[in-house]
């Protein structure tokens, strides 16, 4: 079992840059990608960006070049740099972490407004 708790998110205006973090315990060695999904309202979930053991990455066509994901040496954190925010980012961002099965952290707020 892992469990993931996610930090960052909030308002920001068109522009602007966020930072989220998500980090991982338990079961961490398991891990072999994490990553973030995001959801706006009665739309389903889709995949942002992720980054596998390895390090490859994988972006949403619509964040390449504003967004980043990194992580820390372990695979037991990761970030998500967003920068140049459109009102089109707002949305719950999720973290995940796929160990065997999607864990699934609490979801958070990120709006883009002005």
């Known amino acids: 079992q892992v469990q993931l708790v996610e930090s960052g998110g909030g308002s920001v205006q068109p522009g602007g840059s966020l930072r989220l973090s998500c980090a991982a315990s338990g079961r961490t060695d398991s891990i072999n990608a994490m990553g973030w999904y995001r959801q706006r309202p009665g739309e389903q979930r889709e995949l942002v960006a992720n980054?596998?053991?390895?390090?490859?990455?994988n972006y949403e066509d619509s964040v390449k070049g504003r967004f980043t994901i990194s992580r820390d040496n372990g695979l037991n954190t990761v970030f998500l740099q967003m920068n140049n925010l459109e009102p089109r980012d707002t949305a719950v961002y999720f973290c995940?972490?796929?160990?065997?099965?999607?864990?699934w952290g609490q979801g958070t707020q990120v709006t883009v407004s002005s």
């Open positions: 995940y972490a796929a160990a065997g099965h999607f864990n």
């Open positions: 980054i596998f053991r390895s390090g490859n990455t």
